[in-house]
């Protein structure tokens, strides 16, 4: 029987160095000075966002929903604030095949009783057709709203991809903020917890320490095969899908090429 040395003499390749507990709160306060500044100045940004200007909008242009068109001004319910995120879409395809980054995105907020306890509404919006719409959101179990924005000018329809804020005054609309790329990482929590922890997000574009695991692609993980490994390719689809009640392996996306 062999046991564990009490006090290692090395670290393993490719991890953080072993060190006495004096020495790793040092080291986790000189960090801590910069994470302070990084929430501060996170906050300066904030401030500023709120002083951003604002462009008014038609809030009678019709979105389509469950119960058929609306007018863009009822996805507010009555509240003073509305945050949206604008789902991409590919007619035709099968679940499997539509966008992983927003289904990522979308997957992460199922639930905005927290905005709306603040006074902020939430909903989807996407360019789809409403029958495949409804189907696929049925078959992922989201309970927020959902609406197709199908020849709805911009910015309500036309690019997805987008986070964006909107301020309503009576009968009156106002787009106040929009963010597409990595400003929408906000909504998924995942990132920031993955941030912290050794390995990081496992992506090449990482500055990491000499000796870590090598990274993939960028956003290698937003789908997998049926056994749960990380890939890019027909029988794949979105990691939470897999969830799903009758997910069985796939053999097409029903489309070419990933989402950006």
Known sequence: MTTAPDHPTAT??????????????????????????????????????????????????????????????????????????????????????????????????????????????????????????????????????????????EPLGGGMGHLSCFLRDGDRVFLTYTTTGRGNEPFSGSFALLDMTPYGRGETWEDNPEGRPEGQHPCWYWRSDADGNATWGPTSRPVPQWTRPDATPVDTLGRQGPCH
Request: glycine share 8%; proline share 8%.
């Open 12 to 153: 393993p390749p490719g991890r953080p160095p072993v060190v006495d507990p004096a020495a790793w709160q040092a080291a986790r306060d000189e960090l801590l000075v910069r994470e302070k500044a990084h929430t501060r100045e996170g906050d300066a940004i904030a401030a500023a966002r709120r002083r951003l200007p604002m462009v008014e909008l038609d809030g009678t242009a019709e979105v389509v929903g469950p119960d058929g068109p609306v007018p863009f001004l009822d996805l507010f319910q009555g509240r003073d604030e509305l945050v949206v995120y604008q789902h991409m879409w590919y007619d035709g395809a099968p679940h499997q095949g539509q966008c992983e980054g927003c289904t990522m995105a979308a997957w992460h907020l199922r639930d905005a009783v927290y905005l709306n306890a603040r006074g902020v509404s939430f909903a989807v919006l996407t360019t789809g057709p409403w029958d495949e719409v409804a189907a696929y959101v049925a078959f992922m179990g989201y309970a927020q709203p959902w609406y197709s924005v199908r020849d709805v000018a």
